[in-house]
């Protein structure tokens, strides 16, 4: 099974409206870490937010918030006021207590219109 | 900038030639990756290694070696590169604890030709 599943392979938003990308997980370990990774065209890999499994309150960086549904298994990203500078492909990821490797989605191409 | 610095950036090989890539890192990560990314495949781990003088095989490991003679440098190598390797390779390291993430490298394109 996939441990991490991106169903958006692409995504338009309008210019300063919120868009969510969707992510869902799978694990039966009680202690967990999940991530949000942006990768603009440019190619380089950056960390946005993160949500520990233990965390009661969803977390938020800015602009962007991590609604995290611990029942439903899924941890998707909240982009308020998007901006140009959005347009990235949008990785989510998540580490176990084995954190010898993440599991990394497919990805989501996200693109913003003027 | 405290980071993970991989060199080169950009490389063209041709079938059969050698060459390793280098990743280093600053901030006394116990744990250290190479990724490949290829397009509509996402991020492949292709070794890691949880400390100094250990390695492990990842998802694609065939064709390429690594070491990780000191802490802070992560080697990954191909004997005898093949187009199949043409790719962008990425390097990460990390704490070795759940609630730390990533940090990436910028990047190596590798054309094999």
């Known amino acids: 099974a996939q441990k991490i599943t991106q169903t958006q392979p692409g995504m338009f938003v309008q210019e300063k409206e919120a868009v969510t990308l969707d992510c869902t997980y799978d694990?039966?370990?009680?202690?967990?870490?999940l991530f949000w990774y942006k990768q603009p065209s440019s190619g380089e890999m950056i960390f946005l937010i993160y949500?520990?499994?233990?965390?009661?309150q969803n977390a938020t960086e800015g602009r962007y918030s991590l609604n995290f549904q611990k029942a439903r298994k899924s941890a998707n990203l909240v982009i308020s006021a998007s901006q140009l500078g959005d347009s990235a492909m949008y990785f989510c990821a998540m580490r176990e207590r084995d954190f010898n490797k993440f599991y990394f989605g497919s990805g989501t191409k996200l693109n913003v219109k003027p | 900038n405290a980071g993970v610095t991989q060199t080169p950036k950009f490389r063209v090989l041709k079938t059969g030639q050698s060459m390793t890539l280098l990743c280093a890192q600053d901030?006394?990560?116990?744990?250290m990756y190479w990724y490949r990314q290829d397009p509509g495949m996402g991020l492949r781990l292709i070794h890691y290694?949880?400390?100094?003088?250990?390695?492990a095989k990842g998802e694609v490991p065939d064709g390429y070696n690594v070491s990780r003679l000191k802490k802070q440098n992560f080697l990954l190598g191909l004997e005898s590169a093949a187009p199949s390797q043409t790719s962008v390779y990425f390097c990460?390291?990390?704490?070795?604890?759940?609630?730390?993430?990533?940090?990436f490298g910028s990047g190596t394109r590798l054309t094999v030709v």
């Open positions: 949500q520990g499994s233990y965390d009661q």
């Open positions: 290694s949880v400390g100094e003088g250990t390695t």
């Open positions: 990460a390291s990390s704490y070795s604890m759940v609630g730390y993430g990533y940090t």
């Open positions: 901030m006394n990560h116990e744990y």
């Open positions: 694990t039966s370990d009680p202690s967990y870490g």
